[in-house]
């Protein structure tokens, strides 16, 4: 069973950088693909960024492009989410998940693409 562990998170001023982990152990697909998705209390889930294992293809969303660039380390199975010029909004809990296959660009950024999920670390923005 694949399990999902992030860290990272953290209270900052805007302005400031944060960067997320994400380890990811119990048996990660060669195909996989990961992703760093955020909520907020009455929101819904949405992903931040994407990175497809085979040829590190990636997707964000249009409010953090510019701004957070996603990596993955093969070899120690980890995915980070680099995070610079925060902003109050990005204000959430942030969760790494992983799919176990390899999706096509279109759909690396929907919730029901993956199948594990980690617990989530709290990143709050604020002066």
């Known amino acids: 069973q694949v399990q999902l562990v992030e860290s990272g998170g953290g209270l900052v001023q805007p302005g400031a950088s944060l960067r997320l982990s994400c380890a990811s152990s119990?048996?990660?697909?060669?195909?996989?693909?990961m992703a760093w998705f955020r909520q907020v209390p009455g929101k819904e889930r949405e992903c931040v960024a994407a990175?497809?294992?085979?040829?590190?293809?990636?997707a964000y969303a249009d409010s953090v492009k510019g701004r957070f660039t996603v990596s993955r380390d093969n070899v120690k199975n980890m995915i980070y989410l680099q995070m610079n010029s925060l902003k109050p909004e990005d204000t959430a809990i942030y969760y790494c998940?992983?799919?176990?296959?390899?999706?096509?660009?279109?759909?690396?950024?929907?919730?029901?693409?993956?199948?594990?999920w980690g617990q989530g670390t709290q990143v709050t923005v604020s002066s």
């Open positions: 998940a992983e799919s176990a296959g390899s999706p096509i660009i279109s759909s690396l950024r929907l919730a029901q693409t993956y199948d594990y």
């Open positions: 119990g048996g990660t697909s060669p195909k996989s693909t």
């Open positions: 990175i497809r294992r085979r040829d590190r293809a990636t």
